[in-house]
């Protein structure tokens, strides 16, 4: 197995960089009136979408994505595509600040602090006379309480965040009036869809919401290998497709707002989720389906149509470096590393692993959680699992209690519903011989050297991103120290643990 080499920190000067970007990539000077010739910038942002829901990632739901597989033909496609934290205002803010979470200090639904520093792509853009947009989720997509959009429409001004319509109309206003004052523009727009609740064909459109394009019954849809087949399973997802499927017609009508613009060509534009499902072992957790997404970049002139990406490893932490290198602003320092050389189809060294976390989740006490993927193998250390606190979440809805249900007279399916609510401190598993994570080998002794080699990478990623979990790690095999450090670190979680059956409702 290739060691680790943990990348450092960049350090960009401002000279040679600006040199370099006129140079390749035909960025103009400042001109009188203090704009440039710079690209545009607009990425789409689902919310809650397992990668695999889309037909160009291979989805066997009929019809499920025509619009972003039409856009994925005009793009470069990347395989190995994550988020570092698979819960929504931290994964937003790590978009935002190109930092872990516990380096920004959003590793839960907070804000950046007053007295931290930190940097938005927002702010850094603004200062290189880019009008600044979003369009829904705008709470999570702010991680300062004091910033200030320039255009902001949020979920009650989009019809619930779910009106292709909608979103269309404050897409075109938006770049209508960029033409007008000819600035560069950063839009970000985030569709709601396909966060919970799905859209259930059976009860009426509300907050003007729109009907999807496309229903899909139960027979239609697929599970997920991670999920049992169960005909309760089988009916949420079909909702949850319904709202992928209008999550398709809110990005096709947004691309057809920027090319009626006549702005498409000098434009990128970048689709990704913000995590994985709002199911069971996917979002708010660190396994392979919690932190994949969907990546799709169309950069003019650098990026080639219909390519794919299927070797190299990108997380989300990586994408602030990789706009501001690409547009030929510098940057001081961030957690990521720029892969804009692999958007040219160059190569980088040590693209072979991301690494993801979770502190804190909607409600309860904190339940930390690293996890290092590699192509081949996911590893996990549950800080926060000890044999008695109780996980639980508010993305479980019909598929748990499906789950439950049948555990009553199914062994596997009790087995799996008692490792979700409870963990162990360590899970290995081996994508090659089983993609959904079923089998846990962290106590395989063929695997031993293996797992020994990922607490070495893990612990190394920790120490060098200033990971206050890192006693924790390193007691993990000692409870009373561990505990202490835990303590220390959250100190919520030493009185919720008073009933740890109740540790994940809180108070």
């Not at 197995?1 to 140079?23: G, N």
């Not at 639904?109 to 603004?126: A, G, N, Q, S, T």
């Not at 009373?480 to 303590?487: P, Q």
Request: net charge negative.
């Amino acid at each position: 197995m290739k060691k680790m080499i943990m990348k450092k920190r960049i350090i960009v000067t401002i000279t040679s960089l600006f040199a370099w970007a006129c140079s390749c990539y035909g960025q103009l000077p400042t001109e009188a009136n203090g704009a440039t010739n710079r690209l545009n910038v607009l990425i789409f942002t689902a919310d809650d979408l397992d990668r695999n829901s889309l037909g160009v990632y291979g989805s066997q739901v009929p019809d499920i994505t025509p619009n972003i597989d039409r856009f994925a033909n005009e793009s470069l496609r990347f395989d190995h595509a994550f988020v570092n934290s698979a819960i929504c205002a931290p994964s937003r803010a790590i978009l935002a600040t190109g930092l872990y979470a516990h380096n920004s200090g959003v590793n839960g639904f907070y804000k950046i602090k007053d007295d931290h520093k930190v940097p938005l792509i927002m702010e850094i853009l603004r200062e290189h006379h880019y009008a600044l947009g979003v369009l829904g989720k705008a709470e999570h997509a702010t991680p300062k309480d004091n910033f200030e959009w320039d255009y902001i429409f949020d979920q009650a001004d989009l019809g619930n965040g779910r009106s292709p319509a909608l979103y269309y109309e404050r897409t075109k206003t938006f770049l209508s009036e960029r033409k007008e004052d000819n600035k560069p523009f950063f839009l970000l727009v985030n569709s709601h869809d396909p966060h919970r609740p799905y859209f259930n064909p059976d009860l009426p459109l509300d907050h003007g919401e729109e009907r999807p394009s496309r229903i899909y019954s139960p027979e239609e849809i697929s599970v997920p290998g991670f999920l049992p087949d169960l005909p309760g399973v089988r009916e949420e997802l079909s909702h949850y497709f319904n709202s992928t499927r209008r999550l398709d017609d809110t990005f096709g009508t947004v691309l057809q707002a920027l090319k009626e613009s006549g702005l498409a060509e000098n434009t990128v534009v970048i689709f990704l989720s913000d995590n994985g499902i709002a199911m069971p072992f996917a979002k708010a957790n660190t396994y392979h389906a919690s932190n994949r997404t969907p990546f799709l970049v169309y950069w003019p002139g650098v990026t080639k149509a219909a390519s794919v990406n299927d070797w190299d490893f990108i997380s989300t932490v990586d994408l602030v470096p990789t706009l501001l290198e690409g547009l030929g602003i510098p940057l001081l320092s961030t957690d990521g590393q720029s892969f804009f050389p692999l958007l040219k189809d160059g190569q980088q060294p040590d693209r072979d692993r991301i690494f993801a976390q979770i502190d804190y989740k909607a409600g309860g006490g904190p339940t930390p959680m690293r996890s290092i993927h590699t192509k081949r193998y996911t590893y996990i250390f549950n800080a926060w699992s000890d044999g008695e606190r109780v996980y639980s979440n508010n993305n479980e809805g019909l598929t748990l209690k499906s789950m439950k249900e049948a555990a009553e007279s199914d062994k596997a399916i009790a087995e799996r519903v008692n490792l979700y609510h409870f963990r162990i401190s360590e899970e290995l598993y081996d994508l090659e011989n089983d993609p959904d994570g079923l089998h846990n080998l962290i106590d395989d002794p063929e695997s031993a050297i293996l797992a020994t080699e990922f607490r070495k990478s893990l612990e190394q990623w920790m120490i060098q991103t200033n990971d206050p979990l890192v006693p924790v790690y390193q007691n993990r095999h000692k409870p009373e120290l561990a505990n202490r450090a835990f303590y220390r670190i959250y100190p919520g979680a030493e009185e919720l643990d008073k009933n740890k059956a109740r540790y994940s409702e809180g108070r």
